[in-house]
C-alpha cells in the first residue's frame, strides 16, 4: 500500500533513531523519504536525517541533487535555528532549484529566477533569498553569497527592510555586511540624489587629492553602501572588509593544519610559471617547481621571482628527456622524501603540470581532503587496471611468450595478426582498436621519428630500426624508451633482451597493475609507505623500461598495498586546448558535486573565460580580512644578473691575488700559486704558466708539458676551500689533471651594500599597473611579470600613484589614488628581482587614517649593508630549515659554533661557499617586509644540479 508524503514522514519520525542507525541504507528508500519530506517542507526530519547518516549518505548511489538537498536543508535549517520553516510553506521553483544545487554553477542558475523585473520581492521571497545568501556564505561559494546579495539590493522595496533585518539575523550573517545592504537598499530609493553626492565627492578627490577629501569620499561611501568597492584602498578593519566583501571567511590553511605541497614541472615560460604558481601561494602551504627543459629556461632571471615568496622552492636536476625514467622519478622522489621528513599526520603532496589550474583555492582544498564525506568518493580513485583487468590469468602468466610471438610475426613475416590479437581494448569506454592505433612499428634500417601526431609534437620520439613504440601503457613495460645520443634528446623505443623481458614480467605479473596518470595527489601515509618500502626497488626498475613509467609505478603500488584511499587523482576530465566559455558549467560542476581540485591542458590565454571565472574563484576562497598591492618600478636591464652562481668576471676579480694550490685529483703533485694580474701564474719557484679569463671562462697554459692548456668553468666547495674543476676527462692518461683550491678564509671580503631597494622611485612611477590580491605573496610575484605572456592571476590591476608618503620607522602610510579611487595603504617594505624593485602594501585601517596628520614626510629606501648581517639567520631549502648564524669575518656557523662555510658579499647579493646541500651559491632577489630581510637565490648541491635557496633574517 503506498502512503502519503505525511504519513511516510511521521513513519520515518517515530523510529526516526532506528532508522538513521541502521547500516546498510537503502538509497531508493532514503531518496523516497527525503523528496516525501520535501514536498511538505519537513525541513527539521531532512535535518535530523542528514545529520545522523552524515557518515554515508554521501557515497550512495543516488541523485546529487538529493544529496545536495540533504546537505542544504540541513544547514538552512539549523543556521536559522528552524526559523526557515516559516517561510517554507508555498511551493517555488527557483528556491528548490538552489537547494538542490550541486554547483555553484546551478545555485548562479536558480537566483536568475528569484527577482523578477519590474515586481518587488514579499517578505517571505526576501528570506528565502536571504537563506540562499547564507546556504553559499556556508559552501564557501562567494560568487552566489555575492549575487544573492546584489538581488535582495534591486528587489526589496522600502516596505521589505524589516523583513530583510530579520531574515539577515535570523541566519546569523555578518552585522556589517546587513548594514552596507541596507544603506544600498535605501540609496536604491534615494535613486539620482544619491548619485549626484557621489559623484561630487570623487570630483573633489580628484581635484584636491588629500587626506580631507580622501575621507570625504570614505564616508560617504559607508553612509551609501558603497564601500564594497573601495574594499581595495578604505581604512576599515579586517572583519568589515571581509563582510562587506561579500566574500565568505576564508578557508585559510592555519599553520597548525595538515600542510599541502605543491609539486609542479615546468619547462618555459617565467611569466606563465609565475601567474600559475599566485593561485597556489597560501599560507603554510609549500609551493616547489621542478624545471624539466631540455637545458636552462632563457628566462630563469624572471622566474627566479618566484623564490620571493615564502615557501616556495625550484629545483633543477639533471636534464630531463619527456616519456623517458627521469621525467618524473629524477626530480619528483628527492621533493617525496622532502615531504615526508617535513610534515606527518594527513599532509598531501599534489603533483600538477604547468598547463594546470586551480578549481579552488588551497584553503577549500585543505578543507575537502580532511572530510570523510568528501574521501568516502571512490570516483577521484580510479584508475584502469592493467594485465588482470585485461586478459585472463593463463594470457598473463604466458605475455613473455606471446609478446615475443607478436614480434617475430611482425619482423620476421610482415605479419600481424599475433598483435592485433593481443592489444584489442577490453574496456568498453575505448574503442577496441584504441590500443592497435596507438602503436607505431619501424620497418626501416634507419631510426625515424613518429610524425604526423599533434599531441607528440612537444617532443620527439624515435623508434630504432625494426622496432616498435607501443605507447599504449601496458604491453610497454614489456618494451623500453630510453634516452640516447645526448641528455635531452629525442625518446627512442626500442625492445628488451628477452631475459629482461621476463624479469620485468616476473614482478610486474605479482602486482596490481594500474595505469594511472602522472599527476596525482598522495598523502603522507602514501609517501612513508613507499620510501621504506624495501620493494619498491623492484617495482621501480621494471615500469621504468618503458613510456612514461611514472604513469603505472605510483598508481600500482598504490592498488597493490591497498593505499587507494590515500592516492588520489583530482584533475577534471577535461583537456581545453581552445577558450570554450560553454565548458565553465561542467567543470565547475565537477569541482563542486565531485570533489576535483585541478583542471588541466587549460589554455595559456590571460583573457580565457574559464581561467578568469577560476582566478576570481581563489582570490574568493583566500577571504578579504586583509588586502595587499604591489607597486613595481621600472626594469632596469643592466642590474639584472645571472641567478646562477657560476664563475663571473666579479668573483674572477677576488680570486685574482689570492693564493690557491694546484692538485692532481688524487691530491697529489701540490704547489702553492698565485694568479697574478699581468697574467702570470706564479708559483713559489716562479713561474707556473700563464691565465687568461673571458666569459665564465678561465684558462691556464701550465709550463709543465703534463699538465698543458686547461680550462675551468665548474667549481666546487667544501666548509675550508673553493675548488675550480678542469672542463675534460680527467684520468691517468692526464695524469689526473690539475685542480685549483682557495682557502675560502683568504678570499678577501669586501664591505658595502648587500641590497638597496628604493621603494620611493617604484611608488612614484606609475607607468606599470598596481597590482593588489587578499593573498600577500600572489600580489608580489605577480607584480613582476607580463600578463599579456601569462596565465590569468588571482590578482586586480588599475593604474596606481602615490599621493604623499608619511612615517617614522616600522609605521610608513601611503596616501594613494587607486582606479581615481582613494587609498590608505602601509608600506610594509620592498622587493627586487630581474632588475625591478616592487614596493609592498596593504591596506590600512581606522588607526592609521587618525595617525596620518601627525606623521611626517618620508622617502622610504631600504638598505642592508654588510655591517647588519652578522646574526642569526633561517637558510631555507626544499629539505629542511636551519638555523645559520653569519659572522662579520665571513664565517657561516651553525647554532653549536660549528663552522659550516663562508659568504662574501656580491654586486646586488651574498655568494655562499661550502655549506652542504648548496655548496656554491648566490643571491640574486631580496624583500624586505615589517624591517626582516629575505635573500633567494640558486646553489649548487652538485656541479650538474640547482636549487634555490632563501636566507631569512630572524
Known sequence: MSLDARSVCVRIEERLAEYVGHRPVDPAVLRTVIRAAYSIRHFGLIAAIGEGLDDVYWGLPIDRETVSLIHHVGIVWRSSGGGVTLYAGAPDGWWTAALEAKSEARLLRA?????????????????????????????????????????????VPESGVAALDHGWVMFGLPGKGLTSLGAQVRRGIEGAAAERDWGHALAAFGDAA???????????????????????????????????????????????????????TWREGADRLIGLAACYLETNTRFVVSIGAEGRPADLALASALL??????????????????????????????????????????????????????????????????????????????????????????????????????LF?????????????????????????NASFINFGHTSRSITGIK????????????????????????????????????????????WMVRWIHSVLKTQDLHAGDPFFTASHAYAERLLTDPERFALFAATGGGMGPEMTFFDTYAYTHGLQADFLHLFAPYRLSVAEGEAIDPIIEDADASDYQFVRKVPMDPNDELLNFLSRRVIDDSGWAAFHWVAAGPRDAAATADPLPVLDDELMAVLVGTPFTVRDLLDRHRRVAILEADGRVRGLEGSLGEWHYQAGWLTIRFHDPRLGEKRYCG????????????????????GWSAFLDFPLARIPQASGPVATLDAAAALADGARPWVGSPMADSAMIAAFIDFERSTPTPT??????????????????????????????????AAAADG?????????????????????????????????????????????????????????????????????????????????????????????????????????????????????QL
Not at 127 to 143: K, T, Y
Not at 220 to 243: H, I, N
Not at 816 to 824: G, M, N, V, Y
Open 455 to 498: 599531441s607528440l609534437d612537444a617532443q620527439t620520439y624515435s623508434v630504432s630500426p625494426y622496432d616498435a613504440d607501443f605507447r599504449w601503457m601496458s604491453l610497454t613495460r614489456l618494451s623500453q624508451f630510453v634516452d640516447t645520443a645526448t641528455e635531452g634528446g629525442p625518446t627512442y623505443a626500442r625492445s628488451h633482451h628477452p
Open 308 to 409: 620571493l615568496a615564502d615557501r616556495a622552492h625550484m629545483i633543477a636536476r639533471p636534464v630531463v628527456t619527456w616519456g623517458g625514467p627521469k621525467l618524473l622519478f629524477q626530480n619528483l622522489l628527492p621533493v617525496m622524501a622532502a615531504f615526508h621528513a617535513r610534515t606527518g599526520g594527513k599532509a598531501w603532496l599534489s603533483v600538477v603540470c604547468d598547463c594546470s589550474f586551480p578549481l579552488h583555492g588551497l584553503g577549500r582544498f585543505v578543507d575537502r581532503l580532511s572530510d570523510s564525506r568528501v574521501m568516502a568518493r571512490a570516483g577521484i580513485r580510479l584508475a584502469p587496471q592493467y594485465w588482470h583487468g585485461e586478459w585472463d590469468a593463463a594470457t598473463v602468466e604466458d605475455l613473455p611468450a606471446l609478446f615475443g610471438d607478436a614480434m617475430a610475426e
Open 210 to 264: 588629500d587626506m580631507a577629501s580622501a575621507s570625504a569620499v570614505w564616508d560617504l561611501a559607508g553612509a551609501q553602501g558603497r564601500l564594497s568597492v573601495l574594499l581595495g584602498g578604505a581604512p576599515l578593519d579586517g572583519v568589515d572588509r571581509a563582510a562587506l566583501a561579500g566574500r565568505v571567511t576564508a578557508a585559510a590553511v592555519p599553520a597548525a593544519a595538515d600542510p599541502v605541497w605543491i609539486y609542479m
Open 412 to 436: 620476421e613475416t610482415g605479419g600481424a595478426q599475433k598483435l592485433v590479437g593481443l592489444v584489442g581494448s577490453h574496456y568498453p569506454q575505448l574503442p577496441k582498436d584504441f590500443r592497435l
Open 796 to 829: 586586480f590591476r588599475h593604474p596606481g600613484r602615490a599621493i604623499g608618503i608619511r612615517g617614522t620607522g616600522g609605521h610608513m602610510l601611503v596616501l594613494a589614488a587607486i582606479a581615481d579611487r582613494p587609498a590608505l595603504l602601509r608600506l610594509h617594505g
Open 715 to 734: 667549481m666546487g666547495a667544501n666548509r675550508d676551500r673553493l675548488t675550480l674543476v678542469p672542463d675534460e676527462i680527467v684520468d691517468v692518461q692526464n
Open 836 to 952: 625591478r624593485t616592487a614596493a609592498l602594501l596593504s591596506v590600512g585601517d581606522a588607526a592609521d587614517r587618525a595617525a596620518w596628520d601627525a606623521l611626517p614626510a618620508a622617502r622610504p629606501v631600504f638598505a642592508l649593508h654588510t655591517d647588519d648581517l652578522p646574526g642569526r639567520w633561517r637558510l631555507e631549502t626544499v629539505e629542511a630549515d636551519r638555523t645559520v648564524n653569519l659572522h662579520g669575518d665571513g664565517r657561516i656557523t651553525d647554532e653549536a659554533g660549528d663552522l659550516l662555510g663562508h659568504w662574501r658579499r656580491a654586486s646586488g647579493g651574498l655568494r655562499l661557499f661550502g655549506i652542504e646541500g648548496l655548496r656554491i651559491a648566490l643571491t640574486t632577489q631580496a624583500r624586505v617586509r615589517d624591517g626582516r630581510w629575505r635573500l633567494t637565490g640558486w646553489g649548487n648541491p652538485t656541479m650538474r644540479e640547482q636549487q634555490s635557496f632563501a636566507l631569512a
Open 111 to 155: 537566483l536568475d529566477g528569484a527577482v523578477r523585473p519590474g515586481r518587488d520581492l514579499d517578505d517571505v521571497e526576501i528570506v528565502r533569498l536571504v537563506s540562499i545568501v547564507a546556504l553559499a556564505g556556508a559552501l564557501g561559494w562567494s560568487a552566489g553569497f555575492r549575487h544573492g546579495q546584489r538581488l535582495l539590493v534591486a528587489g
